[in-house]
């Protein structure tokens, strides 16, 4: 264990820079809290450090230039540092303009990684960060939401014929790629990493679950024992966020659109009703469906004074905020995350986080453990992409089920977990038809 630590340390403390041209972050002084932070993940990231080894001494990537638009956390910046061990040619820029850890984006410059991210960055900022990304003339893409991508088959098409293909990080992104690939203006492979079973069953479910109800405690200081917490969608971060939730004593009612997750959730002993009627009884609020208007003018109309609305979907528009301001008479702000809209009739509701993603804008996003399987897979994709160039496709990809599968027995080594084999005579039974009853 000591070898191991000091092993650790030697990896956070080489390669250091002063500064780095192509970069914009808040503060450059922040950059010692970035790194001791980013070491702290790392002590719970053991996959991606075994693929940071393996990268530093094979270069599978050297000299490929990437672009990656990704949540600035610590995780991430592990990510970052196996690419650059593994000899990428990485800029970094945001996913979401509240989730960026200043501290962390200037530890990834004193790495000599350049990173352009503000956590609370304009629109406008926060796409002149992604274009600065794009001027790298990158040849692998990594995005999280797909604004990235977009703006590349978008405005930035001139660069297309350097790049060989991308990873996407998360499920709203993946849903844009299939859109623009159905549409046939797909210029590129690109592997949906949040369809790995070592992505959704963890990040999404366990990750989400825990990091959503960690930002609104952190944002609100609520008590969830007895609270009617209305969670809007129940895919794996539905389940997530519901099974969270009800942990904690609260009483939790789940909205659906689609018949099968909806009878899922009653199975598992959740409320179920339409949002029409929830909004009349619900304390907590929280969408993560990946659509628009989920919450809408009609809900606001009838929820009872004091309710407090939250997001974890990727984008904000779950919550319609416009309507939302069209009704209030007023606003404020009343903590660091939490606005207050006062109503023409007297009540209060409380938007967290501007309506943008509370596990980052509040907290710090999903423990690194269950990050180290996510980071895993996009590492291995983007080897997998490099290798393979010119033989793919311009379509969405699953990930390789080796890559899936690698990903899972790694992890359960650095656990301590052993799982058993099947016997030849067990191989051959299932690869059979002829036997019986």
Not at 18 to 25: D, G, Y
Not at 220 to 227: E, F, Q, V
Not at 338 to 343: F, K, R, S
């Amino acid at each position: 264990m000591y070898h191991l630590i000091q092993r650790i340390n030697f990896w956070f403390t080489e390669n250091r820079v002063t500064t780095l041209p192509n970069s914009e972050i808040k503060d450059p002084a922040l950059a010692e809290v970035g790194r001791q932070r980013i070491e702290w993940a790392a002590r719970e990231m053991p996959v991606v450090r075994l693929i940071r080894q393996r990268f530093k001494e094979e270069k599978p990537l050297k000299g490929v230039r990437i672009a990656a638009c990704l949540h600035i956390t610590t995780e991430t910046a592990n990510l970052a540092l196996a690419l650059k061990d593994g000899g990428a040619e990485l800029v970094l820029c945001a996913s979401n303009p509240l989730s960026t850890q200043d501290d962390v984006a200037a530890a990834l410059v004193d790495y000599g990684i350049p990173t352009n991210a503000i956590k609370g960055e304009d629109e406008t900022t926060y796409y002149r960060h992604i274009n600065t990304a794009l001027d790298s003339e990158p040849q692998l893409t990594v995005d999280d939401g797909a604004d990235l991508v977009t703006t590349l088959h978008t405005k930035r098409s001139d660069l297309m014929a350097n790049v060989i293909g991308g990873t996407e990080e998360t499920t709203t992104g993946v849903v844009r790629l299939r859109s623009l690939a159905k549409s046939g203006r797909l210029k590129y492979p690109i592997i949906a990493v949040n369809d790995a079973q070592t992505k959704y069953l963890f990040d999404n479910r366990y990750g989400t679950g825990q990091s959503t109800i960690d930002g609104i405690t952190r944002a609100t200081n609520i008590l969830w024992a007895g609270k009617k917490v209305v969670v809007c969608g129940y895919g794996w971060c539905g389940h997530g966020i519901a099974l969270r939730a009800r942990g904690l004593g609260a009483q939790v009612i789940v909205v659906e659109v689609a018949p099968v997750r909806a009878l899922e959730a009653v199975m598992d002993g959740y409320q179920v009703m339409p949002l029409a009627e929830a909004a009349k009884v619900g304390d907590v609020f929280i969408t993560t469906t990946g659509d628009k208007n989920v919450i809408d003018e009609a809900h606001f109309q009838v929820m009872k004074d004091g309710a407090i609305l939250a997001n974890s979907g990727h984008f904000n528009v779950e919550i319609n905020i416009p309507a939302l301001e069209g009704l209030a008479r007023s606003k404020r702000r009343l903590r660091s995350f939490i606005d207050e809209y006062t109503l023409a009739d007297g009540r209060h509701l409380y938007l967290l986080g501007e309506g943008r993603l509370i596990n980052l804008a509040a907290a710090e996003g999903h423990p690194a453990s269950v990050m180290d399987m996510s980071f895993a897979n996009q590492a291995l994709c983007l080897e997998y992409m490099a290798q393979n160039r010119g033989r793919l496709e311009p379509k969405v990809y699953p990930v390789p089920q080796e890559i899936d599968q690698e990903v899972a027995r790694l992890k359960l080594k650095a656990m301590g977990v052993e799982i058993d084999r099947l016997t030849p005579e067990q191989e051959e039974y299932l690869a059979s038809w002829e036997e019986g009853t």
